[in-house]
């Protein structure tokens, strides 16, 4: 003691000591509760962004099995099975080759997507199960599952509930089938094997050791695999972190996981889905670097102190700086600044958990930008395929009131072209021996010129466009390998890709759509896809071309036959009648045209009406009916009145065209009342005849009333026997 208080420098030694000793245990203790703090927020920002990616990457797995469901669900395949299965019997052989054959098509479907555990269709009404990858389902209803009900509607994903058949918990998509008209021909669904969710979920990336991803339902149980499942929590599986996510809260904390272990958690509540998300890491791991800095920190002070004591300041001050900045840096980074870095030259620990620091906030903006890429990414994929679905629909409108078939085709080369920019389109189309696909109409000069020469391709031996003829598939070729050698045509030079649709109607080949590009590999299936629409709306419109076609020609046909038909019944009619008109006079009386010459009028033959070249106030307008002349319309203007007009004419057309059809109708009328008549003096005289049994009453009836109703002077019978004839009074 006498030599601390007689020794200024051992006072100051001992004293500064006892202050570097306290300032660095002070220092290290400070540094291990600012280290935690900073790796505590650390460590809730990497867990909620695993959060977002694990969220992320589940709704991603469920929209690639939606599109792959709505893929399957245009395929003519289902569609045109479900009908043959509707229009046969269910003991029919033709029904069962039609569930057959679709069951084969989803087993095919179901082995090239393993996230599938079951496909099946059901019936539009009643929800059957008529067929299934899994067979011993099939004939099971469906009626009440909310999956079916939805699915009739629109494609509808059930998520995540227990499954009624196997009891597990599963997801279920359903999209309905409709045919050409929109009628429902039944509900394709998928129960999801969620072994792929679990793995997606128990990916440890970025977790450490002990970090765990898992998923919370409703109901408080467990759907993906974790440590412990449900038969080991009866009552549900409680927590923190899984009751105030369930409570519909996101956020994070420090709590006691489902094992009672301390940790760090992120959870989120997913509503669409209804399951709660958590992400959690073991507080132990986590903080073990702050353990690890604070002991180190507390020894390297001690050390240092023992050596030289301005050096604990000093070291202090290196110790503390680098920690601060780590701890700023963690600041602006959870505000949102991820291009902040600490910049620290030491290679100590401070140093490690500096490059640690800034290869997680790196690895967490890289993470981040590419989320927002691929976000960006599929945005303007969905905006594109959007855009050509929705020219693809209104080229389909354009082309649908057009019935001129080599206009319609013309139209469709050249609509085709201008909306998706391609160098060139032409329409083939099969000859009536099926053998030849014959260019039809182009919209390139190119393609032009192969119209002048009559282009045509052998179907199944020339080019792609023959191959899809033939296997009424679609081919995309590229300008690479062996698809270059489709390419080597002087009349379209440029072409860098090419791609052939059939155009199908009703099962049949029709022929060929076939789109080039100057652009190598410009064509994906995706491109098939969009343009398939198209391809089937291009060959409903010329098939209805064709059959409005045909329907014109039978009408004409028709009206032709019937016109003649008319024609030669007013030439019956006017020979048995003796009216042939009528004069209308100035002074109001109305004289008819007799057969014999007087006042008769010698009736014009006209297609249109005419003026007289001698008399220009005398108009002749034809009377017509279904196209044939049965008369003339005479009329005269008084001289002062001037030359007809032509409002006058048409006047006057219009109303020879109405007493054309007044006069059809009652010659049918009068037609028909003779007719009538003759019925029922043929129904009169059977009648009378058929009154008595005797062989000589019936003849003599006969002749009396048949002589009688056709008033004629003279009427007899005769009868052939075995030895001559034999006469039968005549009536007198």
Known sequence: MRFFRTSFVARLVFQFLIISVLGGALTALAAFLLARAT???????????????KEDAMLRWLEHEQESLLVLSQSSQIASGLEKMQSATPDSQSYFTARDTLRTFLRSYRAHEEEIAEA?????????VLVSTT??????????????????????TQHFYPSPLTGETTVTIATPILNDEGTLLGVLAVHLNMDALNTILQERSGLGETGETYLVDKFNNFITQAQFGARAFPRGVH??????????????????NYLGTPVLGAFRWLPEQEVALLVEISQQEAFAPARTLGRNTFLIGAALITLLAVGVYYLSRQTADPILEISQAAQEVAQGNLTRRV???????????????????????????????????????LARRSEEIQTAAELGSAITAIRDLNTLLERVAHLISDRFGFYHVGIFLLDEHREYAVLRASNSPGGRRMLARGHRLKVGEQGIVGFAAATGTARIALDVGEDAVFFDNPDLPETRSEMAIPLIAAERTLGVLDIQSTQEAAFTQEDIAILRILADQVAIAIENARLFQESQQALAALESAFGESTARAWQRFLQHSARRGYVATSEGLILPLRPDGAGKEEPYRLSTPAVETEDPTVLRVPLSVRGQQVGVLRLKKPPEQGRWRQEEISLLQDLSEQLGLALESARLLEETQR???????????????????????????AVHEIRTALNLPRLSIRLAGTNGEQNVPEHP
């Open 39 to 53: 790796l505590t927020r650390s460590v809730y920002t990497q867990l909620d962004s695993v959060a977002t990616l």
């Open 120 to 128: 099946f269709l059901m019936s539009p009404v009643g929800g059957e």
């Open 135 to 156: 067979p011993a389902n099939e004939g099971s209803y469906r009626t009440t599952d909310e999956y079916y009900t939805q699915g009739r509607k629109a494609t509808y």
């Open 239 to 256: 927590t923190v972190g899984i009751d105030t996510a369930l409570s519909g809260e996101d956020g994070v904390g420090r709590y006691q």
């Open 343 to 381: 910049h620290v030259a030491l290679q100590d620990e401070i140093g490690a958990l500096a490059r640690n620091f800034n290869f997680m906030t790196e690895s967490l903006q890289q993470s981040i930008e590419e989320l927002e890429g691929r976000v960006a990414e599929r945005t303007r994929e």
């Open 675 to 701: 007719r009538a008549a003759f019925e029922q003096i043929t129904g009169q005289i059977t009648s009378r005849i058929r009154a008595s049994l005797d062989l000589e009453t019936v003849l003599q009836t």
